[in-house]
């Protein structure tokens, strides 16, 4: 547990078997951590970590302030796109999402990148009212998902695809099953 990726995948984790103390404690320590300077723990890590469900810790302004400069410093490259799009979801600022996380499909498009970006999509336009859209991006989602299988695919690096973003994809897709009609996808009629 010497290292913040190991973290987030714990907290992943955590969420995925249904632990929401165990991940709220988590990324409490992991705050600490940071806020302690240990190299170990980038603040982006815990960012992600700390966005991954609502309500991770009480003071989601201060793991935006501690991962501010490295997502800065980075600015232009898909995962910070993606993880500033995620802390603005988070912190409620849902007009402000959509457009960070457009340009992160936009700097890599592909799949295994792109699932976060669609995923975190469909979370803001819901809360816009934007539902066709949400429909949409969640569509998107689910069809590559369900084309990856349950397990992490082989050649994963070639299209993308980190056991990083491979966990959040499931985490996010939870999350959007059960604020959807009861954890169904809405469906248009025909």
């Known amino acids: ?44 890590h815990v960012a992600r970590s700390c966005t991954l469900a609502p309500e991770a810790v009480p003071d989601l302004a201060r793991v935006k302030q501690l991962s501010d400069g490295e997502l800065m410093n980075k600015a232009a490259a898909f995962w910070s796109l993606t993880e500033q799009g995620a802390l603005y979801y988070r912190a409620g600022r849902y007009l402000e999402a959509p457009s960070l996380l457009e340009q992160s499909l936009r700097a890599e498009p592909k799949p295994g990148a792109a699932v976060l970006n669609w ?32 397990e992490l695919p082989a050649g994963a690096n070639a299209i993308g695809l980190h056991l990083h973003n491979w966990l959040e994809a499931h985490v996010l897709r939870r999350e959007l099953a059960s604020i959807i009609r009861g954890g169904a996808i809405e469906r248009p009629s025909p």
């Not at 010497?2 to 988590?26: C, I």
Request: aromatic content about 10%; charged content about 30%.
């Open 1 to 44: 547990m010497d290292d913040g990726e190991v973290w987030f995948e714990y907290a992943a984790v955590q969420l995925l078997s249904g632990d929401r103390n165990g991940y709220r404690q988590t990324c409490a320590e992991m705050l600490k951590r940071c806020q302690l300077q240990l190299p170990e723990m980038r603040p982006y």
């Open 119 to 150: 995923l975190w999509l469909s979370l803001a336009c819901r809360k816009l009212g934007r539902s066709d859209e949400a429909r949409r991006w969640i569509d998107e989602a689910d069809n590559w998902l369900a084309h990856c299988g349950t």
